[in-house]
């Protein structure tokens, strides 16, 4: 015979299996990616950008394909924000999407890292 108490161990327990699958949903996706243009020149901005990326709080991986200037960042969606990220690469001196380099960090560039440097 089904009675109650046999009802609420099997919703408990459905809760419980529930709740293990939500954890390990959660869990994959606990890195986002997002792509970011940028105005990079070379190899050397390449290196300034990823460095500053690995001290980004949140970032978990970035590269920078030179030839396209799109910045592809893995980060983790709980410690930081796409914006945080762009901010981050303003203040190294370059454009990120609609983020306009800091100016200050932009003049300190080497000029082959400026805009048209290598033209
Ligand atoms: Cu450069």
């Given at each position: 015979m089904i009675n109650s108490k046999m009802i609420a161990v099997m919703i408990a327990a459905i809760m419980i299996l529930g709740q293990s699958i939500f954890a390990q949903v959660k869990k994959a996706d606990k890195y986002s990616e997002i792509k970011i243009k940028t105005s990079s020149q070379c190899d050397m901005c390449k290196e300034t950008i990823e460095k500053a990326m690995a001290f980004?709080?949140?970032?978990k991986t970035s590269d920078l394909d030179?030839?396209?200037?799109v910045l592809t960042v893995k980060y983790e969606a709980a410690k930081t924000t796409p914006e945080k990220i762009k901010l981050a690469i303003s203040k190294v001196g370059y454009d990120a999407d609609d983020v306009k380099a800091d100016p200050k960090a932009y003049s300190k560039l080497s000029p082959c890292c400026q805009k048209g440097g290598h033209k």
């Open positions: 980004e709080k949140g970032v030179v030839k396209t200037k």
